[in-house]
């Protein structure tokens, strides 16, 4: 049986917001940004919120019908850098921490790294976010969110792109056609997140 998807619309807003909090409370780039369990369990959920807010806004959240689980797109220009937009993307970051934790430079900072080693002059297709309920996890939610969008990706001949929080993560991506672009981003005295790019796949291509 097939995973009933469609389009999150500004109802499903705390919905998204409260999936991702949970999908990602164990999650080692969450860990760093928000340390200790406690500190996070109160404050992540911000963060959470702040990128339901802008994908809603200018990107598209893919959900699972009974949700479980949800996938945060961004369609990326060719002149585009991808996180926090060409034009005074810096001020972004800023505000984004005085919104979500203004004493946590680590939200700053989050944004600013991954902005660096965003690829820039091909349009494409990113996976900002992708969560599943925690009871919900290794039932095929996340690759089944993740195949609809690279199929249009295929028809389209249009790239994708992501970072991979876990070496978990990367074999998974792996699996879907991605590939490691790039060194990997060391976090501060924390993990390493992977940039990780797909190239469509022409018409009847296999794994």
Sequence with gaps: MGVAIRTAGGDDRELVVRLLDEAFQDDPVSSWVFPGAEYRRVTHHRL??????ATLADGRVDLVEDGSACALWMSVPAGDPGHGGADGGDDEFA??????DPDNERVEMIGRLTAGIHPQGRAHEYLWMIGVAPGRQGEGLGTALIGSVLDRCDREGRAAYLEASSERSVRL?????????????RLPGGPLMYPMWREPRAAGAQA
């Design 173 to 185: 991506y792996r699996r879907l056609g991605f590939g490691l672009t790039g060194e990997p981003l």
């Design 48 to 53: 959470m919120a702040a990128f339901t807010d």
């Design 95 to 100: 505000a984004l921490r005085h919104a979500v």
